[in-house]
């Protein structure tokens, strides 16, 4: 915008008639870039408005308030009699801008972050993050196309016009109280948890609580016992508290409680997805519930349960959450309604034992969290009323249909090259390569045919026993899924082309 040094500086501003931003704004910017680059001096006299606007080809209108937006802010002294001036504050010692990166022989400013999150950018989970619209198969998403709107609007709507005292002002610092009773009874009758509304709070989703239990127990450089592979968000969440992960593998009875032990038998926290382990889908098994609980018990450690699927089972009925059978005191439950309402609600919960419930509410009460009240009261209508369950209910029978439709059609058309594997529970599944095929090879084929599947080690802090791509049934319905296994088996085929795999349709 800028060409020439100096006063003259002010005729070398560059408008573009054509562009969507008023010309005003323009001349505004241009002006105000000069005084705070400190291309033209403080106390320096600006032209005449009538003599800009002739040389800008611009109406002295349109200069005149350009001028009065910079008298307001204090840029320019405007002095009866003698016209107008750069004010002389900008003049004063003041930070300058860093250098531009391409300046000559300047290197870009670092900018210094903390020590945890120096430590945590370098080890954030994958970026890109996925396209977040429904296409098959993206993992995490549920079924938008079967939410029920018109009765959920409805709702809200009523939860909008409530006194404009209870909608509108700061909520209760742990949460709604009305939604905290209802998440406490829902706990009580379905995920059999014995609780008090009181233990619950309510969290901007599972992530957010993660990140808060994160900065409330570690230390920077604590270590943290984590499924490998494992949830990406829950490893950000800690990550960013400072947390040193400790990759801990995972079988089909979920984390190896002795692989754990023989890599840090001290450690301060361990984070689990008992009820369907993210993303392989196994189910920590009884024994190894109460090993962990035991090694926990014996480092001095908490444990994070994350039970974000676990609601949706559809084969036998899984075991009650580790919450349940805790004695010791040491599980934090964490719930979100992402899979079984939608993410965008960005809301969650807590459930903190006893030992911890004072701090946590001095916490919240410190940082009031941010889930709107109407939003928590509308929540806990729809489960007080039943909604929610009948909600799960059906949700269940629909992820049955769609899991039901990918394995039938991967047994149609990706025997040989993908082995997708039945599962009995959540909005996922995981499917084995054959060998030689490669998961990053795969995903990149099959993202340019615009269906996702995500590679187990995207989920993986260390290279992990299992190989193979991660597969969502829940966003998309069943011609969705059998389209898109179509579309998956030509990208594999694509790949084997060029690999040293057998082509689509040959047994492994
Ligand atoms: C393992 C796991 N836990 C929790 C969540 C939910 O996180 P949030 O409540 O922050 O949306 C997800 C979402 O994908 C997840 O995969």
């Not at 570690?218 to 508290?241: H, M, Q, T």
């Not at 007080?384 to 799960?392: K, L, N, P, R, V």
């Not at 039938?408 to 993908?418: I, Q, T, W």
Request: with cysteine; glycine share 10%; net charge neutral.
């Amino acid at each position: 915008m800028v060409k020439r040094a100096g006063g003259a500086l002010l005729f070398s501003i560059e408008i573009d008639h054509a562009a969507p931003r008023p010309v005003t704004t323009q001349l505004y910017a241009g002006l105000r870039e000069l005084m705070l680059s400190g291309a033209i001096a403080g106390g320096e006299r600006l032209p005449a408005t009538r003599t800009l606007a002739a040389e800008l080809g611009l109406s002295r209108t349109t200069v005149i308030q350009a001028f009065d937006r910079l008298i307001a802010e204090g840029l320019i002294e405007s002095r009866v009699g003698a016209g107008s001036f750069v004010s002389t504050a900008l003049n004063a010692d003041r930070p300058l801008p860093p250098p531009a990166p391409d300046s000559a022989g300047s290197a870009p400013r670092v900018p210094r972050l903390s020590r945890a999150m120096r430590w945590a950018v370098d080890r954030f989970g994958p970026r890109p993050r996925l396209p977040h619209q429904p296409r098959p198969f993206i993992t995490a998403l549920p079924a938008y196309d079967a939410f029920p709107m018109a009765q959920w609007a409805r709702l809200m709507a009523k939860h909008w016009r409530v006194s404009r005292d209870e909608a509108m002002g700061y909520g209760e610092p742990s949460g709604h109280g009305a939604l905290r009773r209802a998440i406490a009874g829902h706990l009580r009758s379905n995920r059999g948890i014995g609780c008090e509304a009181d233990e619950i709070f309510i969290v901007g989703g599972a992530q957010q609580a993660f990140h808060l239990i994160g900065s409330v127990l570690l230390d920077p450089g604590d270590r943290v016992w984590f499924e490998n592979p494992g949830a990406i968000g829950a490893r950000n969440s800690l990550l960013a508290c400072g947390a040193d992960l400790v990759p801990v593998p995972v079988d089909r009875d979920g984390l190896r409680v002795e692989d754990g032990l023989a890599r840090a038998r001290q450690f301060r926290l361990a984070f689990v997805t008992p009820s369907h382990q993210q993303p392989l889908g196994h189910v920590l098994s009884l024994e190894r519930r109460f090993a962990l609980l035991q090694a926990a018990e014996q480092a001095g450690a908490w444990i994070v349960e994350d039970d974000y699927d676990g609601e949706f089972f559809f084969g036998r009925r899984p075991l009650p959450t580790l919450k349940s059978v805790d004695r010791t005191g040491l599980v934090i439950y964490v719930g979100t309604f992402s899979k079984s309402l939608f993410p965008a609600l960005r809301l969650g919960f807590m459930l903190v034992p006893g030992e911890l419930v004072e701090v946590f509410r001095t916490v919240a009460a410190a940082f009031v969290q941010g889930v709107p009240t109407s939003v928590q009261a509308g929540v806990a209508e729809f489960i007080e009323e039943g909604h929610f369950a009948t909600h799960i209910r059906r949700m269940r029978r629909i992820y049955q249909e769609r899991h039901a439709a990918l394995i039938e059609a991967a047994g149609r058309h990706l025997a040989g090259a993908l082995e997708v594997m039945p599962t009995d529970s959540g909005l996922h599944t995981i499917g084995r390569l054959a060998p030689g095929l490669s998961e990053t090879a795969v995903a990149a084929a099959a993202d340019r045919h615009r269906v996702t599947v995500s590679p187990i080690a995207r989920f993986s802090i260390e290279p992990a026993a299992e190989r193979g791509l991660v597969l969502g049934f829940g966003g998309v319905a069943p011609p969705a899924i059998r389209a898109g296994v179509e579309t998956l088996a030509r990208a594999i085929d694509e790949v084997a082309r060029h690999a040293d795999a057998p082509p689509i349709g040959m047994a492994v």
